[in-house]
């Protein structure tokens, strides 16, 4: 009964079930056909249960994040449906000893009103403390609110008294991309609210019968199109607004000839609006397959936004010297946002691009000068240069104090200690061993990322069908010891914030009403416990549409 006990928590945990689901007369029916002796177990021994599951496996988790030598944090805010209460959730993610990509929330915190820049940042550090990770955190990606501008600054200024962070900070604060392509997008789409509107109305009019969706489908087949039928979208899901609208535009003559044979249809929209809707189309389709990008792996590494941003950049650019004042205007708002963070972003994607064998320091070179002036694109190359320069250089230093001698394996007084003193005297000369080691390295042996950077990048006939970029620094870790240990640090940043079932969410991450009730510890208990039970089944959390 025991371990029947803990496999019902796990299952309540696993997939978010309420504990009332155990006082259910079918659910217990079934385990009884099953197991006679199964007695009925109650909510609070359920929520015990789950209490005990949560602190052993934290325990656990803890242990193995003992091992890691760098972890990078995202955080992103939940608010519950009825009560106003904000959570943060906090989650790490690094690369484990057998180079597999990890990402487990740590945190699901509740923070009180006033909700600053200095209570997030108490709360991140509270986080870090309770983990035993304060000194291992490498970057923290967070959304363009400014409360966490200012929460991050003062974690900077709090970390760099005790420790230096890589290249002076520069990588710490990492933008979310999700959230910056986002804003772009919703500023997109408030220009054609109505038009959007009207053909959301459209949509759910066809189907809100069998009679009217049969009429529909008459119109299509008397068109002779191939698609057969309308999408509907969610309304704090851009990709869904954009898929139906994308796919409306394809039955806009449809709906026409709909019009003519439905008098009560009146949102039908004219010609200009749904010009208006095709022209926005053609400007999200850069978004959307960026946005894609980033959603359509769970754990989607640092190298893969590069191209993808810069398509977008260049989209926006065209579309801002556009001839069609529509798209000008639009395209210019647009730009003025995504320009505001793309500085901020660029870097951490530009070094990750460098540490892809199939784009190297060239697809620096190719992509900038498409995004930036010829002047700045030289100073942000030089830059991107300097930065990884640094970075390797703080990862060679790390590298070299792990192998220097303890200070306890230094030899104690005596005559032994003497005479070895007098042995060595007659091998030792000033200076000269230090003199040998710089030239025998400058002569004889490259460092590993001048030789990576020499060396040509994997041309398209050498890349397997699938390619992973960790993969590969995996199977090259003999030849790069130091540098695939960083390119792995790297890799692991995340680029965006959120979860990549919300990547396109419009709206707040929101908290069911049920776990509204329940009190802040064991909402985190639930939520973490949760998450790290699903990795140890192998379970994905399915996305539920809000």
């Not at 707040?508 to 509204?516: F, L, N, W």
Request: proline share 3%; glycine share 4%; aromatic share 10%.
């Amino acid at each position: 009964m025991e371990q029947m006990r803990e496999a019902a928590a796990h299952w309540i945990m696993m997939h978010e079930h309420p504990f009332t689901i155990l006082d259910e007369e079918g659910f217990n029916l079934m385990m009884r056909r099953g197991m006679p002796e199964w007695q009925k177990i109650s909510r609070t021994t359920c929520r015990a249960d789950c209490m005990k599951i949560y602190e052993i496996e934290k325990k656990r988790l803890k242990k193995s994040l003992e091992c890691i030598d760098k972890i990078s944090l995202t955080t992103d805010c939940w608010k519950s449906k009825t009560q106003k209460i904000e959570y943060m959730v906090v989650t790490g993610h690094w690369i484990d000893s057998c180079w597999n990509l990890q990402k487990r929330v740590l945190s699901f915190i509740n923070i009180p009103p006033p909700r600053g820049g200095l209570q997030i940042s108490d709360a991140i550090f509270k986080c870090m403390k309770e983990w035993g990770i304060e000194n291992k955190v490498f970057t923290i990606t967070v959304d363009n609110a400014s409360s966490n501008d200012l929460a991050i600054r003062y974690m900077k200024d709090t970390i760099q008294r005790s420790r230096t962070l890589a290249c002076e900070g520069n990588l710490f604060h990492i933008r979310c991309c999700a959230h910056i392509l986002n804003l772009c997008v919703q500023d997109g789409l408030r220009e054609i609210e109505d038009i959007i509107s009207n053909i959301r109305e459209s949509v759910e009019y066809v189907n809100r019968s069998e009679a009217r969706r049969m009429q529909f489908t008459e119109c299509v087949q008397q068109l002779q199109l191939k698609d057969k039928r309308l999408i509907r979208d969610c309304k704090t899901r851009w990709n869904s607004t954009f898929e139906m609208l994308s796919c409306a535009l394809k039955f806009k003559e449809v709906f026409q000839m709909f019009k003519e044979r439905d008098h009560f249809y009146g949102c039908c929209p004219q010609e200009e609006e749904w010009n208006k809707a095709q022209k926005i189309c053609s400007l999200l389709e850069a978004f959307w397959t960026a946005t894609h990008i980033i959603s359509g792996s769970e754990y989607p590494t640092s190298n893969l936004f590069l191209q993808e941003v810069q398509k977008i950049k260049s989209s926006l650019d065209t579309y801002a010297q556009h001839e069609d004042l529509f798209l000008k205007q639009l395209a210019s708002k647009m730009k003025e946002k995504f320009d505001k963070y793309w500085g901020d972003c660029n870097l951490l994607m530009a070094i990750a691009a460098v540490l892809d064998p199939t784009k190297k320091m060239l697809a620096v070179e190719f992509c900038f000068p498409k995004l930036y002036s010829e002047i700045d694109a030289s100073k942000h190359i030089s830059k991107v240069k300097e930065i990884i320069n640094s970075l390797y250089e703080k990862y060679v230093a790390e590298e070299t104090n792990k192998g220097a001698p303890h200070p306890s394996e230094s030899e104690s007084f005596g005559s032994s200690s003497v005479k070895r003193n007098q042995q060595s005297s007659v091998y030792s000369w000033d200076d000269f061993d230090d003199y040998c080691a710089k030239v025998e390295t400058s002569e004889t042996k490259r460092s590993e990322l001048v030789d990576y950077l020499e060396k040509g990048r994997l041309k398209k006939n050498e890349i397997p069908k699938i390619f992973s970029c960790l993969e590969w620094w995996k199977m090259n870790r003999m030849q790069y010891p130091i540098l695939s240990k960083m390119a792995a640090d790297i890799l692991a940043i995340p680029v965006s914030s959120v979860a990549s079932e919300a990547t396109f969410s419009a709206g707040t991450r929101v908290i069911d009403s049920y776990r509204s009730s329940l009190s802040p510890d064991t909402v985190q208990a639930l939520l973490c416990g949760g998450d790290w039970l699903r990795k140890i089944h192998g379970l994905k959390k399915k996305t539920k549409v809000s």
